[in-house]
């Protein structure tokens, strides 16, 4: 089956935001590159962007969360777009709660984890990088 995996951009703060992840869900970076990295003549990084994140991973289960810092040159990210949400389903109320909890905080909360009309358990928010993420628990499964 196939695999989804969010790939997320970020306006120079990827590390910061990916350690709070970290916090969260757990785990250790399977990869972290900086820009610094892929520099050879062919390739120049300037100065200001050789220690943003080229790319970061960090798995979740049988899943992996990535991302980079956008290069100035290519303009900014809008963090406030409301395009995409993170979906996350948990294993039981619990977790559900620990992840909801811990990933909206210092973010606005959109729909708070509770008991929806469709019988889930289910809350919404922006963290406080911007990314909009759902936490779902369904007590059937």
């Known amino acids: 089956m196939a695999q989804?995996?969010?790939?997320?951009?970020?306006?120079?703060?990827?590390?910061?935001?990916?350690?709070?992840?970290k916090s969260v869900f757990g785990g250790e970076f399977s990869q972290i590159t900086r820009f610094k990295e892929l520099s050879s003549p062919e390739f120049p990084i300037d100065e200001k962007e050789a220690?943003?994140?080229?790319m970061i991973v960090l798995p979740i289960g049988n899943n992996v969360l990535m991302a980079n810092d956008v290069p100035e040159i290519m303009g900014k990210v809008n963090e406030n777009e409301n395009r995409s949400k993170i979906s996350i389903k948990a294993e039981n109320k619990e977790e559900a709660d620990k992840l909801f909890n811990g990933l909206s905080e210092g973010g606005q909360v959109e729909m708070p984890i509770a008991d929806s009309p469709w019988g889930n358990y289910f809350g919404m928010f922006?963290?406080?990088?911007?990314?909009?993420?759902?936490?779902?628990y369904d007590p059937t499964k």
């Open 4 to 21: 989804i995996n969010p790939y997320i951009n970020f306006n120079g703060n990827a590390e910061e935001a990916f350690n709070f992840y």
């Open 51 to 54: 220690n943003k994140i080229m």
């Open 126 to 136: 922006r963290d406080k990088y911007g990314i909009e993420w759902t936490v779902e």
